[in-house]
């Protein structure tokens, strides 16, 4: 069985970085596209980014919000997907998810985690 653990949150201030982590188990990162996904309070689910399962495929996918200052990566070795965050704001304050999908684009995760919570505050 996939299980995912989310790790990495906290409190940060504005225009500061965060790097989440996501250990994945019962799988190898190759066998499914893997992201993020993120909740917010009175907010809907919103993709926030999504790469290949391929080792050969280094294709990337971002939401329009965070394009630019999130960057998503993954260290097969660790069996681990991460997902660095720049210059945050107090829009991107959410619980973050990992999560597999059954492609990049869908809004439909099939495994997610427990979530970690990103809170961006002065």
């Known amino acids: 069985q996939v299980h995912l653990v989310e790790s990495g949150g906290g409190l940060v201030q504005p225009g500061g970085s965060l790097r989440l982590s996501c250990k994945v188990s019962?799988?190898?990162?190759?066998?499914?596209?893997l992201g993020w996904f993120r909740q917010a309070p009175e907010k809907e689910r919103e993709g926030v980014s999504c790469?290949?399962?391929?080792?050969?495929?280094?294709?990337?996918y971002y939401g329009d919000s965070v394009k630019g200052r999130f960057t998503i990566s993954r260290d097969y070795a660790k069996n681990t997907l991460y997902l660095q965050m720049n210059n945050l704001k107090p829009d991107d304050m959410a619980v973050y998810y990992c999560?597999?999908?059954?492609?990049?684009?869908?809004?439909?995760?099939?495994?997610w985690g427990q979530g970690t919570q990103v809170t961006v505050s002065a």
């Open positions: 790469v290949s399962g391929s080792s050969s495929d280094l294709t990337t």
């Open positions: 999560s597999t999908y059954t492609h990049c684009g869908s809004d439909h995760p099939v495994y």
């Open positions: 019962g799988t190898t990162l190759d066998k499914y596209p």
